[in-house]
């Protein structure tokens, strides 16, 4: 059974940094497009960005420059470091994953999800 888990979310100030890992299990190879969603309070979940199995990645504007993916496949981790955080940073974040090329990041081109692990800026 695939199994997502979030970590390292929590509380920070504004211009704070965290740093996401999302550990995956129950999968024999390292699946080939990895991606990080966000739901803020009201919003709906949009993506954020994702990795495929070469490193090569994508970040939607809001979060270029202050955000960066990464992952490591001996590990089976996905990282997400977030710096110079907003309070509109702030919501649940969640990995996903795929064994397809990575495309447009919509929730429906990723089967398995984390249960999300919540951000917290304050101004």
């Known amino acids: 059974q695939v199994q997502l888990m979030e970590s390292g979310g929590g509380s920070v100030q504004a211009g704070g940094s965290l740093r996401l890992s999302c550990s995956v299990s129950?999968?024999?190879?390292?699946?080939?497009?990895l991606a990080w969603f966000r739901q803020g309070p009201g919003k709906e979940r949009e993506g954020v960005g994702f990795?495929?199995?070469?490193?090569?990645?994508s970040v939607v504007d809001f979060v270029k420059g202050r955000f960066t993916i990464s992952r490591d496949n001996a590990k089976k981790t996905l990282y997400l470091e977030m710096n110079t955080l907003k309070p509109e940073d702030s919501a649940m974040y969640y990995c996903?994953?795929?064994?397809?090329?990575?495309?447009?990041?919509?929730?429906?081109?990723?089967?398995?999800w984390g249960q999300g692990t919540q951000v917290l800026v304050s101004s």
């Open positions: 990795i495929d199995t070469d490193g090569v990645t």
């Open positions: 996903a994953a795929d064994d397809v090329r990575c495309g447009p990041l919509l929730e429906r081109n990723f089967r398995y």
């Open positions: 129950g999968y024999t190879y390292s699946f080939y497009c």
